[in-house]
């Protein structure tokens, strides 16, 4: 795991208000710690119970390993990132009555490797279930775009100047819907 912590004060009209925020950047491979199919999953792990202990959680998808995938994988990883978010929302309480209160988030990464002629929106069919899930059982949930270079040249390569696209946005995003930990004037 490889955390990163900071603390956020924002204002808002005469308000401030103070966020402590801790990123954890686990492997990809940890996902399926999550799914109730794995061995692992038995062990409730330390990437287990933090996920579980989260007030936010931003699902992120390669862009690039998608399209590369063949139908049977692509199948295969949405249906790991369902049964892994089912098991969260369940662990957080979340009910058919009641909705993830936590805010989740579906980013998908290196977006400048995704053909120009291709939009977001078919990139989401590839994972519509998902969506469909999330969307269903989360009080909160947003889908995002993420590029760490910008728009790369017309050969793909990066520009000469790097731009980072939408990748802060998840983030704003998850503040304007999470509890600040010393509300105050």
């Not at 308000?15 to 950047?25: F, L, N, P, S, W």
């Not at 792990?45 to 933090?50: A, C, H, N, P, R």
């Not at 989740?104 to 998902?130: G, H, N």
């Not at 520009?159 to 802060?168: L, Y």
């Amino acid at each position: 795991m490889f955390p990163y912590r900071a603390t956020a004060s924002v204002r808002g009209g005469f308000v401030r208000r103070t966020y402590k925020i801790e990123i954890a950047d686990y492997a990809g491979e940890h996902i399926s710690e999550l799914n109730p199919s794995e061995a692992a999953w038995l062990h409730k792990t330390d990437y287990f119970k933090y996920v579980i202990q989260s007030d936010a959680v931003i699902l992120t998808l390669d862009s690039a390993a998608l399209l590369k995938a063949d139908r049977t994988t692509r199948e295969a990883i949405q249906n790991a990132y369902v049964a892994a978010f089912q098991v969260l929302a369940e662990e957080k309480g979340a009910t058919e009555a009641r909705r993830l209160r936590s805010p989740v988030a579906i980013l998908f990464l290196k977006m400048d490797l995704v053909p120009l002629k291709m939009s977001p929106e078919q990139l989401c069919d590839y994972v519509s279930k998902l969506i469909d899930v999330c969307s269903l059982r989360c009080q909160h949930f947003k889908v995002f775009y993420a590029s760490s270079v910008g728009k790369v040249k017309e050969d793909g390569s990066p520009p000469a100047n790097i731009h980072p696209q939408g990748v802060i946005d998840p983030l704003i995003w998850i503040l304007k819907r999470a509890v600040p930990i010393t509300p105050s004037a």
